[in-house]
T-cell receptor, first 113, second 113 residues
C-alpha cells in the first residue's frame, strides 16, 4: 500500500532556530496538507497546498510558517523561528481527490527547547 | 467555525462486545465524514468514511451511519478485539467549501481480553 513518508521522525531544536520538516506524498496525489497534534490533544489543520499554491490555511499558520514543493516529490514545512509552543507532532497528508481519502504520514515529533 | 464533539470520550468494553462512538457537528454544509484510528505514537489511519449522499456504509466489522438532519454520524464496531484499542477521531469536512478536516477530541477505546 502506498505511503506518505516523513523525515525526520524526531527533531529537537532550540527556540528561535529554523526547522524544515520534509514529506514525500503518494506519487499520484495532487493535494497536500500539514496538520499538527500537540501531545494528548486533537489533530489541527495547518495548511493545504495544490498546484504549487496554498489553497487554505488556518490561524495557526502565521508568517513564521511556510510550505514549499521544491521538486516533483518533496513537500516541506518550514518554521522560521521556533517557539516552545510549536512543540508537537506534525503530520503531512496527501489525497488524490480534493478533500477526500487523506493518507497521513507517520509524523515528525518536533521538540523545541 | 465548525464545532465537532465526540461522545463518549472514553469507552471500555469486553472483547466481543460492540462499541458505538457518536460525533456531532455544527455546520450543515459538511459533506464528508471520515473516522480515523490512532494508536499511541502513530499516524491517524482512515478506517471508514462516508459522503453526504449516503446514509450508511459497512466494511466487515466496522460501519458508519450518518444523520444529516440531526447533524451527527456514528462509528459502529462489532465483535471488538484487543487490537481495536486506540483513539478514534471523527473529522468532518466540507464546511463552506473547505477541504480541511476538523477533528474531534477523540475517544479512547479500550477492549479488554
Amino acid at each position: 500500500e502506498p505511503e506518505v513518508t516523513q523525515t525526520p521522525s524526531h527533531q529537537v531544536t532550540q527556540m528561535g532556530q529554523e526547522v524544515i520538516l520534509r514529506c514525500v506524498p503518494i506519487s499520484n496525489h495532487l493535494y497536500f496538507y500539514w496538520y499538527r497534534q500537540i501531545l494528548g490533544q486533537k489533530v489541527e489543520f495547518l495548511v493545504s497546498f495544490y498546484n504549487n499554491e496554498i489553497s487554505e490555511k488556518s490561524e495557526i499558520f502565521d508568517d513564521q510558517f511556510s510550505v514549499e514543493r521544491p521538486d516533483g516529490s518533496n513537500f516541506t514545512l518550514k518554521i522560521r523561528s521556533t517557539k516552545l509552543e510549536d512543540s508537537a507532532m506534525y503530520f503531512c497528508a496527501s489525497s488524490e481527490v480534493r478533500g477526500y481519502g487523506y493518507t497521513f504520514g507517520s509524523g515528525t515529533r518536533l521538540t523545541v527547547v | 467555525g465548525e464545532n465537532v464533539e465526540q461522545h463518549p470520550s472514553t469507552l471500555s468494553v469486553q472483547e466481543g462486545d460492540s462499541a458505538v462512538i457518536k460525533c456531532t457537528y455544527s455546520d450543515s454544509a459538511s459533506n464528508y465524514f471520515p473516522w480515523y484510528k490512532q494508536e499511541l505514537g502513530k499516524r491517524p489511519q482512515l478506517i471508514i468514511d462516508i459522503r453526504s449522499n449516503v446514509g450508511e456504509k459497512k466494511d466487515q466489522r466496522i460501519a458508519v451511519t450518518l444523520n444529516k438532519t440531526a447533524k451527527h454520524f456514528s462509528l459502529h464496531i462489532t465483535e471488538t478485539q484487543p487490537e481495536d484499542s486506540a483513539v478514534y477521531f471523527c473529522a468532518p469536512s466540507g464546511q463552506g467549501g473547505s477541504e480541511k478536516l476538523v477533528f474531534g477530541k477523540g475517544m479512547k477505546l479500550t477492549v479488554n481480553p
